[in-house]
Every structure is written in structure tokens, then in C-alpha cells.
């Protein structure tokens, strides 16, 4: 394991500090449902529906983007690579991860996180409409 300076700690620590209040309301807040053809199709029986965006207070971000991506039961997001680091968390269904290291499963209230310029992949494992409320957070 690679040692974190101090400066680096700090970052961490002010990143986290400001990101868990904001996701912890966007979380806490009842997704909407949404029809079979609102938002814009990424994949067969995924859409991205956009929920809105706000200026950030983190140093490294400019703003936040949040959308949820709304995946039908059995619809799978074929591995992509992240344009931006992403705070994710299941707001509804089952769901698997893919990696390039590991593979998970989350569940409704399950949190992870994308870097930029890695690939991941999600499929919906329940027999309900699965969501993903993602905040997207865009560089300076």
C-alpha cells in the first residue's frame, strides 16, 4: 500500500466531509417512477434520466450532476469507461457489479463508487425496476 501524505489526507478528508451530507440527502429523497421512455436510452432497457445539478464546494469539482439510471428487470449496462468520479447508490432493485478487479452485489440503500477512466458494469438481478442515483461530480 502506497503511503498518503498529509496533504493527500486532508483532500480525502475535506472530499468525504462535503460529498456524505449532500449524498446522504439526495439518497434519503423518494425516486420518482418513471415511465418506460422517460430520459435517454444508453442500453436495451436502461435510461438515463437527468434529476439536476448544483455547484460544488469541493476544491476539485466545479459542480454535481445527478441522474438515476433506471434499468428494467434483467437489463444489463455493458462495461463503460467513466468520464467523471461518481458517488453511486442502489435507490431501488438488486444489482451486480462488474470491475476490472472484483465483482459485487448491492442491494436498495448500497453505495460505491467510479473513478474516471475506469470500467464498470451493472446488471439488475430482481424482478423489479432497478435505479441507480448517481452524483456525478465534474472536474474544474
Known sequence: MKTMNRRSAI????????VTPLFTLVASAK???????????????????EVGTGNSDIPAYKS??????VFQPGAHAPATMMDNDMVCTITA????????????????GG??????????????????????????LIPV
Request: charged letters at 30%; one cysteine or more; a positive charge.
Open 11 to 18: 483532500a480525502l478528508g475535506v472530499t468525504a466531509a462535503a
Open 31 to 49: 425516486t420518482k417512477k418513471y415511465g418506460p421512455n422517460e430520459g435517454k436510452e444508453i442500453a436495451p432497457g436502461v435510461r438515463v434520466v
Open 64 to 69: 454535481i450532476s445527478i441522474v438515476d439510471v
Open 93 to 108: 432493485g438488486a444489482f451486480t457489479i462488474k470491475k476490472a478487479d472484483k465483482e459485487f452485489k448491492l442491494e436498495e
Open 111 to 136: 453505495i460505491y463508487t467510479c473513478s474516471k477512466g475506469k470500467i464498470d458494469e451493472a446488471t439488475n438481478t430482481s424482478k423489479v425496476v432497478g435505479i441507480h442515483r448517481i452524483a456525478v
